[in-house]
């Protein structure tokens, strides 16, 4: 069996329904070295206002996103970048379902098989409380300092994809890949 190729990816939006979110930031990090990580992240300007939670929760500015290229701009360069790899996300539905949505909006088809940590996490460690990205983060001490923004929460699954495969092995993570969208029943 080859060994998968991966892509993690984290989104913030401005909606907590993915299928109405759009999305205003982006991180797609491809496994590397740490100097030789490959990706991309940036704010995406989503053409509206944002919500004054969305701006508490992520720190993110309507303003911050005056300049930045919109979703379908950046579409081709997450296209590339996934293609034949396995998306990894901590919560994948809702990222997948987001990038999907936000996809489908400029023309494109995104279907990618997933690995979500999450859901991961509760399989591999079903006696924690917690599996959130933080909590998990702690559990391993995984340095995690800034929640709800994408670079750092990417880098932070990316450790913690890491972490799994050094504690339960290869074999066991890569066992949790699904097709999306069927990803969403499994």
Same mark, same amino acid.
């Given at each position: 069996m080859q060994r998968p190729s991966f892509a993690v990816v984290d989104v913030e939006t401005t909606d907590g329904d993915p299928r109405l979110a759009r999305i205003i930031e982006l991180a797609v990090v491809v496994p590397g070295t740490e100097e030789d990580l490959q990706g991309w992240h940036g704010l995406i300007d989503p053409g509206m206002p944002l919500p004054f939670f969305v701006q508490k929760l992520t720190g993110i500015k309507s303003s911050n996103l005056r300049g930045a290229p919109r979703f379908h701009q950046a579409a081709p360069w997450i296209l590339a970048l996934t293609e034949g790899r396995v998306i990894v996300a901590h919560n994948a539905r809702y990222d997948m379902t987001a990038l999907t949505e936000e996809m489908a909006r400029c023309g494109h *088809?995104? /279907?990618? *098989?997933? !690995?979500?940590?999450?859901?991961?996490?509760? /399989? !591999?460690?079903?006696?924690?409380?917690?599996?959130?990205?933080?909590?998990?983060?702690?559990y391993f001490a995984i340095p995690f300092t800034a929640a709800h923004r994408a670079y750092p929460d990417a880098k932070a699954t990316l450790a913690l994809l890491e972490r799994f495969i050094e504690t339960h092995g290869e074999e066991r993570v890569h066992g949790a890949i699904r097709p999306w969208p069927t990803a969403l029943r499994a």
């Open positions: *088809s995104f /279907q990618r *098989s997933t !690995l979500c940590t999450e859901r991961l996490s509760r /399989q !591999l460690l079903p006696h924690l409380t917690h599996h959130n990205l933080g909590s998990l983060c702690r």
